[in-house]
C-alpha cells in the first residue's frame, strides 16, 4: 500500500474483487476518485475513509457490504457523489453528517424493507 499512498484515483470496478476493504486505504489523503463498485466486497465500510479529506467520489455499489455508513465520511468535505446501492445494509439510516456535506450531489442507497433509511437521497428500489 506503501507504494500508492499518493494515487488520486483508484478505479477497480467490475473486477471480482472479494474480502474487505483494507482500513489502510485511509492513509490515501489525496485520493480522490475510489471506484470499487460491481466487485463481490464484504464486510464495512471502513471509518479510516473520512481520513481522505479530498475525496470527491465513492463508488461502492453492487457489493455486499453491510453494517453502518460511517459518520466520519462527513470530513470529506468535497464529496460530491456517493453510491451505496446494490449492497446488504439492513436497518441503517445515512447518518445527518453525511446528508450535511455541501458538495453531495449525488447519494444513492437501497431505500424500503428495512434497508436504509434517508433524509437526502436519491432512493433505488
Do not use: W, Y
Not at 464486510?43 to 460511517?70: A, K, S, Y
Amino acid at each position: 500500500m506503501s507504494l500508492m499512498v499518493d494515487a488520486t484515483i483508484i478505479t477497480l470496478n467490475d473486477n471480482l474483487l472479494t474480502g474487505t476493504i483494507h482500513t489502510s486505504i485511509g492513509a490515501m489523503a489525496d485520493l480522490q476518485h475510489l471506484n470499487l463498485q460491481n466487485n463481490q466486497l464484504t464486510g464495512t465500510i471502513p471509518t479510516q475513509l473520512g481520513n481522505c479529506f479530498r475525496l470527491i467520489d465513492l463508488n461502492l455499489h453492487n457489493n455486499q457490504l453491510v453494517g453502518e455508513i460511517p459518520t466520519e465520511l462527513e470530513t470529506c468535505g468535497d464529496l460530491q457523489t456517493l453510491r451505496l446501492e446494490g449492497n446488504n445494509f439492513a436497518g441503517v439510516t445515512v447518518p445527518p453528517q453525511v446528508c450535511g456535506l455541501d458538495d453531495l450531489t449525488v447519494l444513492s442507497v437501497d431505500c424500503g424493507d428495512d434497508k436504509v433509511t434517508c433524509s437526502c437521497c436519491e432512493c433505488v428500489a
